[in-house]
């Protein structure tokens, strides 16, 4: 199917628009170009600052299905690289922690925090063999309102000037952002396109009708929802009032609902409380299928009972709740008898608007239609 066809319905003007079209949710090869021309061409949260603060810290993960280490260098230097070794292609190092140097657990050949090849076994041989001349290949990095984004495309502008105001805004809402611990990861395996998930996060026309306990806990007369050039921010008072349904915020020092969607599927979340960050990273795993990672950073590793609270509201309420609607969704354009929906528009920027949602989408088609060119 064709560019113009899944664009087709969609307007500039959100009161004049209609969604995406299904196949872009559901079939194979929009997936694909999903996983190469947007999550492998954009800026992909890999972690917060504080597991790459020490000198020789590393984190590895899978961006876009291609595996990448960022690593701490002995001269304070950030660095990014395929995770991959240049004789054999196996990866070098799993999950997070620290080391001197790089060292693959096949052959042996070790490469230091540079990327540079410096010592391989038994090559002493070869002819026109010289490490000097082997390094890993570089990814880009940054870091970023208290977190640390890599970006597979070499020629991509950086995230700071991507972002605009994103993170004056985030040094606002959340300015001890850089000083948050790790306290707990919630991961989540859904029956549902990516690009739905983001959909849901975006929008809380739906959240009256399927989150009774969250507006009992965020002011919805507050909800504004604000869309910027790669970013939307959503925010309301929140956790002041006498109905409260969703967990104890007796105690919270934050009383604000603070959110930030980043292009193409990183979500910023500061909820009532104590000084906390949460990150939603939102995994394309196939056409059917996403997974999900919820990091909590609170001001200690260990959560109070509030947090506790909190985490559970989150993983038995929340996350149900929205699960069963994307995967029902996911459902529904698999059958013929949907392909495109209206955009439901307040000009106002409420929370009770679908804009934000719109403003993704066409992000999602400009990606599509420079790769078509």
Known sequence: ??????????????????????????????????????????WQWLCHVESLRESGSYVADQIGGMPVVAVRGRDGQLRAFYNVCKHRAHHLVEGRGTTANLVCPYHAWSYDLTGQLKAARHTSNLVDFDTSTICL??????EFGGMVYVNLEPNAAP?????????????????????????????????????????????????????????SLVD???????????????????????????????????????????????????????GNMIVLKIIPVGPNRTRETYDFFLETPDPNDAELESIRYLDEVLQVEDIGLVESVQRGMSTSAFDQGRIVNDPSGSGLSEHALHHFHGLVLDAYRQAST
């Open 137 to 142: 290949d570089s990814v880009q990095i940054t």
């Open 159 to 215: 995230l700071a000037e991507q972002a605009g105001d994103l993170a004056d805004e985030i040094a606002r809402w959340a300015p001890d952002v850089g000083e948050l611990t790790f306290a707990h990861r919630l991961e989540y395996d859904i029956a549902s396109n990516w690009k739905n998930v983001v959909d849901n996060f975006l929008e809380c026309y739906h959240c009256h009708v399927a989150h009774q306990d969250f507006v």
């Open 220 to 274: 919805m007369d507050t909800y504004t929802v604000t869309t910027h050039g790669i970013y939307s921010s959503h925010m309301a008072e929140a956790g002041r009032g006498d109905s409260n349904s969703a967990y104890d915020v007796t105690d919270a020092t934050v009383r604000d609902h603070a959110v930030w969607w980043l292009w193409p599927n990183t979500c910023l979340m500061r909820y009532p409380g104590r």
């Open 1 to 42: 199917m064709s560019h113009a066809s899944i664009a087709g319905g969609w307007d500039i003007d959100p009161s004049r628009s209609s969604s995406l079209h299904a196949d872009a949710y559901t079939k194979a090869e929009w997936f694909e170009a999903d996983q190469q021309q947007i999550i492998r061409q954009t």
